[in-house]
Nanobody, 127 residues
Framework: QVQLVESGGGLVQAGGSLRLSCAAS????????MGWFRQAPGKEREFVSA????????YSADSMKGRFTISRDNGKNTVYLQMSSLKPEDTAVYYC????????????????????WGQGTQVTVSS
């Protein structure tokens, strides 16, 4: 079992920045690739960004590339999502999730690959 707790959400003006954190406890953090997803009201949950177990491979959805950066600190059992140039359409609940990835440097964009989820943190971007 892995417990995930997100933090860092809040209200920000368009063009601003936020850094989300996701602290993991339980089984070895290094065993999991990590991902961030988001869900806006009335919409399906969508992939944002993912990072491999090693931290050496990252991947972001096209609409986030160049604005969002995922990173992890295996010593602190934490994954981060640095968000900049935020837009009102980025408003959503952001979730971190853990993937029991077999390969050390793989990532996944698929919700079904992630077995543990946090409770989410709200990000609201005002225009």
């Amino acid at each position: 079992q892995v417990q995930l707790v997100e933090s860092g959400g809040g209200l920000v003006q368009a063009g601003g920045s936020l850094r989300l954190s996701c602290a993991a406890s339980g089984r070895a953090f290094r065993s999991y690739a990590m991902g961030w997803f988001r869900q806006a009201p009335g919409k399906e949950r969508e992939f944002v960004s993912a990072i491999s177990r090693s931290g050496g491979t990252t991947y972001s959805a096209d609409s986030m590339k160049g604005r969002f950066t995922i990173s992890r600190d295996n010593g602190k059992n934490t994954v981060y999502l640095q968000m900049s140039s935020l837009k009102p359409e980025d408003t959503a609940v952001y979730y971190c999730a853990a993937d029991e990835a077999i390969y050390y440097d793989s990532t996944s964009t698929k919700i079904q690959d992630y077995v543990y989820w946090g409770q989410g943190t709200q990000v609201t971007v005002s225009s």
